[in-house]
């Protein structure tokens, strides 16, 4: 499984953007890369996933690397609901299905 | 709109008590998981199932079992609870398939705590 690294938390300011780094090093050619968010006691919530091209949709945007080995989150105007801990995920798949593996993932905290 | 339901969002059980948590998604998948979250472990799998009577186990089986007799509906079993047990429980469902970057949708979860 290829694992990902994150920065254990950061903090922005209201209407800036967030910007989440993920470093995943060992990934393997037909794995994508995931971003979901968990907001305190609630399950974790999909925002975007991409393989090599850059994605946009409403809750975000993700910039992976050319040699796909880091990515990048892009929250373009956070806002104090956005405060949560962000996974970035390579995507496992095994014989029988796909599964994720989560880390520990970034703590996100959007402040006033 | 999607959606994974989770019977119960909070429960309290004694020491070798047997417990049902039940999950239903409406999205016609044919996976589905169930996971466990605690602080500083982040999710760890414990089943999944890629089709209806179906069952795999994750990284953390021990003292689980499921079932699954309807593609809608993926139920976790904890035959005698103990309190190493007591956490956040998340079940999630999505579709199969090699390399099309399908997503898995989560439940809200099911706090269990064990006495």
């Known amino acids: 499984d290829a694992k990902t690294t994150q920065p254990t938390s950061m903090d922005c300011a209201e209407g800036r953007a967030a910007n989440l780094p993920c470093n995943h090093s060992?990934?393997?050619?037909?794995?994508?890369v995931y971003w979901y968010r968990q907001i305190h006691s609630q399950g974790p919530q999909y925002i975007i996933h991409?393989?090599?091209n850059n994605e946009t949709n409403e809750m975000a945007s993700l910039i992976i690397t050319e040699d796909r080995k880091s990515s990048t989150l892009i929250l373009p105007h956070a806002t104090l609901r956005d405060t949560a801990v962000y996974y970035c995920?390579?995507?496992?798949?095994?014989?029988?299905?796909?599964?994720?593996?989560f880390g520990g993932g970034t703590r996100l905290m959007v402040k006033p | 709109d999607v959606k994974v339901t989770q019977s119960s969002r909070y429960l309290v059980k004694r020491t070798g008590e047997k417990v049902f948590l039940e999950c239903v998604q409406d999205?016609?998948?044919?996976?589905m998981f169930w996971y466990r979250q605690d602080p500083g472990l982040g999710l760890r799998l414990i089943y999944f199932?890629?089709?209806?009577?179906?069952?795999e186990k994750g990284d953390i089986p021990e003292g689980y079992s499921v079932s699954r007799e309807k593609k809608e509906r993926f139920s976790l079993i904890l035959e005698s609870a103990s309190t190493n047990q007591t956490s956040m429980y998340l079940c999630?469902?999505?579709?199969?398939?090699?390399?099309?970057?399908?997503?898995?949708?989560f439940g809200e979860g099911s706090w269990l705590t064990v006495v």
């Open positions: 199932s890629y089709d209806v009577k179906m069952k």
């Open positions: 060992t990934i393997s050619g037909n794995e994508y």
């Open positions: 995920i390579v995507r496992v798949e095994n014989n029988a299905g796909n599964m994720l593996t």
């Open positions: 999630a469902s999505s579709t199969p398939g090699s390399y099309s970057g399908n997503t898995i949708y």
């Open positions: 991409g393989l090599k």
């Open positions: 999205m016609d998948h044919e996976n």
